[in-house]
């Protein structure tokens, strides 16, 4: 299941961060006890290409694609329809930022999760939409909502001891709790979160959540003024970011992004030390990068109030003036209330010391009421109290627990009396039943002798079939094998002949002749071949992929070139070895393209295509000829099938060929399909993909999208 990790705001009046990573573990609902597991292969391809789009800052294109191709996937799974209701959460949430419109597919993903509790993912789904939840609520300042959500989503995570859950939970809590001003609280939540965290750097969610947690430490530290751990700290989360850099090379902007985050925050550790120097060079460095299109522009911004308080300290008024209104510029596209109330401010002190008090007062006067609001709005966030909610909940859970337990056993005293007034009743049956069971076990001892005498029967039956197969094969082979001499003769002669000086109707009938004989040599290789291929063992081999598959298509390049047809070929984009039978893969790749030049008219192109998709290799030939009529459909891969029809030239076929193709790929572990085109057919085989052959594939496979 390639994963989708959410975005959210970290809570710091100085800088707005990338927060919370939270995994939505991506499930669907098609029925109300769907237990199908994972996602369809149409929605994997699906949700890659959307998550690529949201990756670049597209996401409104993505959320139009994403809806438009869902009505196309038939009989999605669970988690199918979460993953869809999880873009949207991800979409309004972190994107658009509108929390209102998030809850409703938050609820939604709730509702999939309590509608299938037989789903063996369910509590990991539970969990998730409870987290999303939460973050939905705690958005729109209904914080009871948020923490009951939050720890629902935790006590699931905490009984089946799942670190994940347990990392989003602590790190959920860090944020809240930094929001509040318990900075120490928060600090303590941040290390555990980190703790929790099961770190892979070279998977880019895993490497951008352990950054930033450091990032958060280090936060917490500056406020409770350890300047010299908050500096250990961003120290950290800079050097593992370039030491892990390397592995992200196609989200080159995100780990700039990022880097550039933590130079703004660092600038503040600085500035308390009163090193004005290093704070401004640090501070420029995070500007230059996160003011760029699709960067963090709000991290960007504050760190431009940052500096403007730097060039207010040392009266740099001319540089102060030109920084300001470059912010308010900026402020018209991100709004964002802190900046508001500072930006004010320093307004208010610039015209003051340039005596113009009437605009000094004026802005001093928005710099109150900005500030008064946003006073408002942290101080009902302290009156939640989470401490206090989350012990109320502990003991709600523990009244629920006893009063459960109470209700147990009461209904065991009652189960209790039941039974023992069912034993009194089984007994006596069982007493009665006694009497009777003599002559049931007579009868079915009967019954039994019966049942082994037919089933000898079948056996015998069942013997003589295969007998009767192996002997039809038997004789088969030996006809084809005694009819191929005299025929090969007879072409052989028959080329001799035609060699000779002949008049023209005798030519015609030569050739005639010659044409049949070959034709029916071929019919009898196949023949061979069909009966032979239920016995001949797969001799597996390394076999470079790309190598064998470009084998094929030269040798066949030549025959294409009779009908003036091209055969195009894209190999995989990675050197791929894979451990198979090199003979008769080459032998079902080469059918395949001999089929598509018999079928395809002349000139037509003929294309040929490697792709690698999850644990297998996908090989693909596909052509612009005649097409598979639909009743036909269902008859080409059986052996001497009514379906064969001759090529656009008059090519032979026997309807061998398909049936051959497909026993080696049944025996080789992989699989062949078709599918029906407007004008043409594209074939395709698999093969699979394991530990032991995969010498250069990387399987581990992450799905993540762009830092805010």
């Given amino acids: 299941m390639t994963y989708l990790k959410l975005l959210y705001k970290k809570p710091t009046t100085a800088t707005c961060l990338l927060g919370t990573l939270l995994m939505l573990t991506l499930f669907s609902c098609n029925q109300k006890y769907d237990t199908r597991p994972g996602n369809t292969a149409a929605f994997k391809r699906l949700a890659v290409f959307v998550d690529t789009l949201f990756a670049t800052n597209r996401n409104a294109e993505g959320i139009r694609y994403l809806d438009s ?4 996937i038939n009989n999605p799974t669970v988690l199918d329809k979460y993953k869809l209701y999880g873009f ?112 892979n750097p070279k998977a880019f969610v895993s490497f951008y959540h352990a950054q930033e947690i450091l990032d958060n430490i280090a936060l917490s530290y500056k406020h409770l003024n350890q300047i010299d751990s908050s500096i250990h700290y ?71 109030v940052k500096l403007a308080r730097i060039y207010d300290k040392q009266k740099r008024d001319d540089e102060l003036f030109a920084l300001l209104s470059a912010i308010n510029e900026q402020q018209k596209i991100i709004n964002s209330p802190e900046v508001e109330a500072d930006w004010n401010s320093l307004m208010s002190r610039y015209h003051q010391r340039k005596g113009d008090l009437r605009k000094s007062l004026a802005h001093l006067q928005n710099y109150n009421t900005v500030r008064d609001s946003n006073i408002s709005q942290l101080t009902r966030l302290k009156e939640s109290d989470i401490a206090k909610q989350i012990e109320n909940f502990e003991k709600q859970q523990q009244i629920d627990q006893l009063s459960g337990d109470n209700k147990t056993q009461v209904i065991l005293l009652c189960v209790a009396g039941v039974v ?34 037919k089933n ?104 294409a070139l009779e009908k003036g047809q091209k055969i195009f070929f894209e190999p995989l984009t990675d050197s791929l070895e894979l451990i198979i039978s090199r003979e008769k893969i080459w032998r079902v790749i080469s059918n395949l393209i001999s089929n598509a030049i018999k079928f395809s008219p002349t000139g037509a192109p003929i294309v040929v295509k490697a792709v690698k998709d999850l644990n297998q290799v ?91």
């Avoid at 592995?247 to 090193?275: C, E, P, W």
């Avoid at 049931?440 to 049942?451: A, G, P, R, Y």
């Fill in 618 to 708: 996908v090989i693909s030939v596909q052509d612009n000829g005649i097409g598979i009529p639909e009743k036909m459909k269902d008859q080409i891969f059986n052996m001497f099938t009514a379906a064969q029809r001759p090529g656009t030239a008059g090519e032979k076929s026997f309807g061998l060929g398909l049936s051959i193709c497909r026993q080696i790929m049944e025996k080789s572990g992989g699989k062949i399909w078709f599918q029906g085109r407007p004008q043409g057919t594209t074939f395709f085989i698999s093969l699979p993909i394991t530990d032991e052959n995969s010498v250069t594939a990387n399987l581990l496979e992450q799905v993540s999208v762009p830092q805010a």
């Fill in 69 to 72: 191709s869902f009505r196309d």
């Fill in 420 to 453: 023992g007034v069912m034993t009194f009743v089984i007994l006596f049956l069982i007493f009665r039943n006694w009497r009777r069971s003599k002559k049931d076990v007579e009868t079915v001892n009967l019954l039994n002798q019966k049942i082994n005498e």
């Fill in 88 to 199: 949207h959460y991800f979409h309004y949430q972190k994107h658009l930022g509108d929390s209102k419109k998030a809850t409703l597919y938050a609820d939604k993903m709730l509702a999939i999760a309590n509608q299938n509790p037989k789903n063996p993912e369910y509590p990991a789904m539970f969990v998730d939409a409870n987290f999303a939840k939460g973050d939905a609520s705690f958005a729109l300042q209904r914080y009871d909502e948020a923490y009951q959500h939050l720890y629902e989503g935790y006590v699931v995570g905490r009984n089946k001891l799942n670190k994940t859950i347990l990392s989003d939970y602590t790190y959920r809590m860090g944020m809240i709790t930094y929001k509040m001003g318990s900075y120490k609280l928060a600090k303590d939540f941040f290390k555990k979160s980190y703790d929790f965290l099961v770190i």
């Fill in 234 to 304: 961003f120290d950290k989360s800079l050097q593992f970011i370039n030491q892990n850099a390397k592995f992200h090379t196609d989200r080159f902007n995100m780990v700039i992004r990022a880097r550039g985050v933590v130079y703004g925050n660092k600038a503040d550790a600085y500035l308390i030390q009163g090193d004005d120097t290093k704070a401004i060079d640090l501070l420029k460095k995070s500007i230059k990068i996160n003011l760029q299109k699709d960067y963090d522009n709000s991290d960007a911004l504050y760190s431009e």
């Fill in 456 to 559: 000898g029967e079948l056996e015998t039956a069942l013997n003589d079939v295969n007998n009767s197969s192996q002997e039809k094969d038997r004789i088969l082979r030996t006809v084809a094998h005694d009819l191929r001499n005299p025929l090969g003769g007879i072409a052989s002669l028959t080329s001799l002949m035609s060699a000779d000086d002949l008049n023209e109707e005798q030519r015609e009938m030569i050739n005639l002749i010659k044409q049949t004989s070959y034709n029916s040599l071929e019919l009898i290789n196949e023949i061979l071949e069909a009966t032979n291929t239920g016995t001949i063992e797969i001799n597996p081999e390394v076999v470079q992929i790309n190598s064998l598959v470009n084998n094929s298509v030269e040798l066949l390049r030549f025959k």
